[in-house]
């Protein structure tokens, strides 16, 4: 029995399991920087630290311009380090193109996605649990994603994946935005959609929570353990019937 559904966003909804360090990859080769792929890692590495660190993403930001400021950092060390050697003007109109070509890449995922959250929607409250910067209710709605009844944001609540604190806090919206008890809402009647196995099926399995592992290209070849998950699907249109709500006509 499903009462309510807890989702991941990025790699989930935006990418349908594609790891963004390989959406940000096919950015790079599509406008031809000339790095390997192990340079562009280390790089990616660093720009999350970044923006985890220091306050670069505002409330205000949408995901275009998330992407333009991640792609700044990320080739300004290529830069640094040596990687990569070219005129500033030209990194920089480099890193924006990488920048538009991903966010094109998320409005041809949501094309798919969003239809299969909106029909969710009808039928189970819906709750996001994201590791994000503080500025994922600015992206959900220039996408036109305003389904979900409560957001929990690892930026806003101090608490990041793969700490299971954050799930139990999704755990709580869920029963806050219906009304119910622990009792009337128990954990195992809540299901967790994400496409990490180590930040979101394990944590949420520690909890108690129903899974569905969207499985997909990750950051690596982690050792995972398939019986973990309560579910395993490979393209998020897939929930529709797993869960089994009808499709509109």
Known sequence: MINGIIFDYGGTIDTNAQHWSEVLWEGYQQVGIPV??????????FAERALAKHPYIRPKHNFLDLLTIKCDIETKDLMDR?????????????????AQYCYQYVLKVLEVSRPVIAQLA?????????????????????FQLEYFQYIV????????????????????ALRKVTGKTAEELPVCNILVVGDSYSKDILPATTIGCQTVWLKGV???????????PTHIIYN???????????EDE
């Open 218 to 228: 990750g950051w690596s070849n982690e050792e995972v353990d398939e019986s973990v």
């Open 236 to 246: 998020i249109k897939d929930l529709v019937k797993l869960v089994d709500v009808k």
């Open 153 to 172: 944001e690892s930026a806003v609540v101090g608490v990041r994946k793969p700490d299971p604190r954050i799930f139990q806090l999704g755990v709580e």
């Open 122 to 142: 009808k039928n189970y409250p819906l709750v996001l649990v994201s590791n994000f910067y503080g500025n994922i209710e600015t992206i959900l709605n220039d």
């Open 82 to 98: 040596g990687a990569w050697r070219v005129a500033d003007e030209e990194r920089k109109k480099k890193s924006d193109a990488i």
């Open 36 to 45: 390997s792929k192990e340079e562009f890692r280390t790089s990616y590495v």
